[in-house]
């Protein structure tokens, strides 16, 4: 069973970066009077608390979320999901991606989440409100791969596994390709790490050549402490909606400030 626990590290810079572009393409989604399918491979917990232990430990939030929320402004998408979320759950409350994606989209939408942890899929069917999502307990990339194309064939996937299997970055390239190939409409979204060894920029390069067209963001920031590994977060986005360059260029602006 694998051991990565998102609690440490909700609300960190990448969070941000990640949150902030899902949150825009479901705004932008939504304004179509058309329902849309919603996939997610690795899910999470759902919620997350900013005074928990776990991120009290790594202070990964308070250098995140915490310190940057003024770069959103309140009627922002993933301003107004967070604020959703914090008058459900009380204003320590986080949302991961699961409940963000909750708080934007509409009941006509379809929500279908997967993760591989019994707890956190635990964790996952409580926090989500009552028959708002499909909550499985299997490996996320599988789901994708068997419910692609989904009904309604509008949509995004978000796939953004821990990286923790490293042989990750070297199957990712061709499951993207798989699932564009079965859903060509869909928007598919997958988040990666920066590392400092470099070890993200084979994958990358095999997605560039695939994708030539896809939206390719990246975000640099210091350490989270002396001898972390990540010094940014990528987005590779196939497929995506009008306006995501828009916010990817003010978070770039956003970002070169720390």
């Known amino acids: 069973m694998l051991s990565y626990q998102h609690a440490y590290h909700a609300g960190n810079l990448a969070d941000v970066h990640k949150h902030a572009m899902l949150a825009t393409a479901l705004d932008y989604l939504v304004r179509k009077d058309k329902p849309l399918s919603y996939l997610e491979t690795h899910a999470g917990r759902g919620l997350y608390r900013l005074d928990s232990a776990e991120a009290l430990k790594t202070g990964e939030a308070a250098q995140g979320i915490v310190r940057v929320a003024d770069w959103f402004a309140p009627d922002h998408p993933y301003a107004r999901a967070r604020a959703a979320v914090a ?118 390069r095999s997605l560039r050549q695939t994708f030539p067209e896809a939206l390719l963001h990246e975000v640099r920031f210091p350490p989270a402490r002396p001898g972390h590994g990540m010094i940014g977060s990528g987005l590779f986005v196939v497929n995506p909606p009008f306006g995501l360059d828009t916010e990817a260029d003010s978070l770039s602006a956003r970002f070169a400030t720390l």
Request: no cysteine; hydrophobic share 45%; proline share 10%.
């Open 87 to 204: 008058a459900t759950y009380g204003p320590t409350a986080y949302p991961g991606s699961p409940l963000i994606a909750a708080a934007l989209l509409r009941p006509e939408d379809s929500m279908t989440l997967a993760d591989l942890h019994p707890a956190e899929v635990a964790a996952l069917r409580e926090a989500m409100p009552a028959g708002r999502a499909q909550v499985l307990q299997e490996d996320g990339l599988a789901m994708a791969l068997s419910r692609t194309p989904p009904e309604p064939r509008r949509g995004l996937a978000l796939i953004d596994p821990s990286y923790e299997v490293k042989r990750d970055y070297d199957r990712l390239p061709a499951i993207l390709q798989k699932l564009h190939a079965r859903w060509n409409v869909g928007i598919l979204m997958l988040w990666y790490p920066i590392l400092a060894t470099g070890a993200q920029s084979g994958m990358v």
